[in-house]
Nanobody
Framework: QVQLVESGGGLVQPGGSLRLSCTAS????????MGWYRQAPGKQRELVAT???????NYADSVKGRFTISRDNYKTIVYLQMNNLKPEDTAVYYC??????WGQGTQVTVSS
C-alpha cells in the first residue's frame, strides 16, 4: 500500500506563502491522479486541488489564482504552492492519491 508523507505546513501571516510537499512511496506514482484536500475545525474535508497523470489541474473556486498544484513524477512528489494566504485557508491539509490513499495531514495556520 502506498504511503503519503506531507510536509511544509506551519504558521504564516495573511498574505504570505507556503509550499506543501507530499512524497509518495511506490513505483506507479506517475499513473495516478493526485490531490490536496483540507479540513478546518468543525467543517467537512474539502477538495483544494487535483492533478491528473497527464498534468491537467482542477481547483476549488476559493483557491483559484492563489494556489498551484504540480507534480514531479521522477521524485514522486506532489506540491501545493499557496500564495496570498488568508485566515480562512487555516486547516489541516491532506495529500490524496487516486484509489483512496491519504497522508497523515499537515497543519496550515494563517494568522497575524
Amino acid at each position: 500500500q502506498v504511503q503519503l508523507v506531507e510536509s511544509g505546513g506551519g504558521l504564516v501571516q495573511p498574505g504570505g506563502s507556503l509550499r506543501l510537499s507530499c512524497t509518495a512511496s511506490g513505483t506507479m506514482f506517475r499513473i495516478y491522479t493526485m490531490g490536496w484536500y483540507r479540513q478546518a475545525p468543525g467543517k467537512q474535508r474539502e477538495l483544494v486541488a487535483t492533478i491528473t497523470a497527464s498534468g491537467s489541474t482542477n481547483y476549488a473556486d476559493s483557491v483559484k489564482g492563489r494556489f498551484t498544484i504540480s507534480r514531479d513524477n521522477y521524485k514522486t512528489i506532489v506540491y501545493l504552492q499557496m500564495n496570498n494566504l488568508k485566515p480562512e485557508d487555516t486547516a489541516v491539509y491532506y495529500c490524496y492519491q487516486q484509489g483512496n490513499s491519504w497522508g497523515q495531514g499537515t497543519q496550515v495556520t494563517v494568522s497575524s
